[in-house]
């Protein structure tokens, strides 16, 4: 919370700085509205993946998109799908709420990754409540709010894409 207390002060300053150099300019201080906005969304984003690893709290994600790929075969279309998905980090446990409730407990993760695109991706090596073993991957897309939850259950794969609520 100290980090985004700084990023804070630091964007609340940098817009006070601007408002003083130009107050009688209404398209400067628009501008200056939009970048305060950007680098508090950017100090959010970061202490958002940050808390995924913390053992800080409870974290809700509600999906509205999902698609499955089978073995090696393409993902399919995306199609509407309006899940939760819950990371209870303090319990170490991650639950999809769909139409079958899943629950898995987290047994080891990994620090961040990032892909050739320049995603963050956090990956949560996982035990279902049938002991079977699988990969959850959290995938923050740059410049978005948008996050892909990707579950890797051996011969299936299970795509969400939606945002932390």
Not at 3 to 21: G, W
Not at 56 to 84: C, H, P, Q
Not at 129 to 155: P, T, Y
């Amino acid at each position: 919370m100290n980090r985004l207390l700084k990023l804070t002060t630091f964007a609340l300053s940098l817009f006070i700085s601007q408002v003083c150099i130009c107050q009688s300019n209404d398209d400067y201080l628009e501008e200056a509205m939009k970048a305060l906005d950007k680098e508090i969304n950017k100090g959010l984003i970061e202490l958002q993946k940050e808390s995924l690893f913390s053992s800080e709290g409870v974290y809700k994600m509600r999906t509205s998109k999902v698609a499955i790929k089978k073995n090696t075969d393409n993902w399919n279309k995306w199609e509407d799908g309006s899940f939760l998905i819950v990371f209870n980090t303090p319990k170490e446990r991650i639950t999809v709420y769909t139409k079958i409730k899943q629950v898995y407990d987290v047994y080891k993760s990994n620090k961040m990754i990032q892909d050739d695109d320049g995603n963050d991706i956090f990956t949560f090596y996982c035990v279902n409540e049938l002991g079977d073993e699988c990969e959850l991957h959290v995938k923050f897309i740059k410049n978005s709010k948008e996050r892909i939850v990707i579950i890797n259950k051996g011969e299936i794969d299970i795509a969400h894409i939606g945002k932390f609520i």
